[in-house]
């Protein structure tokens, strides 16, 4: 820009000089138009100067934004490329348990029914072995009174047969005799009815 500047003046001084030196008397007039014509075009070329500072200004400031709008868009883009493997990560830790717990139905589902036969044939012989078992206790708990009971049996008559009883001790009694009399024929069949019955 400063090389255009520069020569727009050359050649606008060299218009100025050429009409300045083709008259033939000076004129005043002319030349203060000659100066207020350099005094624009200065004020013209500081102004362009300015113009291209703040351009300058402008790209260097438009230029910082844009590295630090990229190194934020990096950081976001950084930033999401963690969050997405973080739940990728727990997609996966999440399929995996998934799959954990079909295994465990599946081994599940091979495991009870053979626990519901085991169960049935378990109950199925208990109660079969229920009235072996009742049968068993009867006869166990039968043959185990009667022991008792003769032993008891056999004690008490010894006990009571005996001149001087041990376990109770009895008052002297005296024993009377029974006496058979002959008595009537109906009397007689009595007896043998009570011992028919």
């Known amino acids: 820009m400063p090389k255009t500047l520069r020569l727009c003046r050359a050649k606008l001084m060299m218009v100025l000089l050429l009409a300045a030196g083709c ?19 200065a004020s013209q070329n500081e102004r362009l100067a300015e113009q291209s500072k703040q351009i300058a ?20 883009h950084a930033t999401l490329q963690k969050e997405l493997q973080a739940e990728r990560a727990n997609i996966n830790q999440q399929l995996s348990n998934i799959e954990d717990e079909r295994r465990d139905i599946a081994q599940q589902r091979g495991r009870d029914p053979i626990i519901a036969q085991t169960i049935g044939a378990v109950g199925l012989t208990l109660g079969c072995l229920l009235p072996l078992l009742l049968a068993g206790y009867i006869i166990h708990t039968f043959n185990r009174t009667n022991d ?23 008052a002297p009694r005296s024993v009377t005799a029974f006496e058979h009399k002959p008595s009537s024929p109906e009397s007689s069949e009595e007896p043998d009815r009570a011992d028919g019955e």
């Open 57 to 76: 200004e402008a790209s260097r400031h438009l230029v910082k934004n844009d590295s630090e709008a990229r190194k934020e868009m990096i950081a976001a």
């Open 148 to 170: 008792d009971n003769d032993a008891l049996c056999e004690m008490l008559v010894m006990e009571i047969t005996a001149e001087k009883p041990k376990l109770l001790p009895m």
């Open 23 to 41: 008259s033939d008397s000076p004129d005043e007039r002319l030349a203060e138009l000659a100066e207020q014509s350099l005094r624009q075009q």
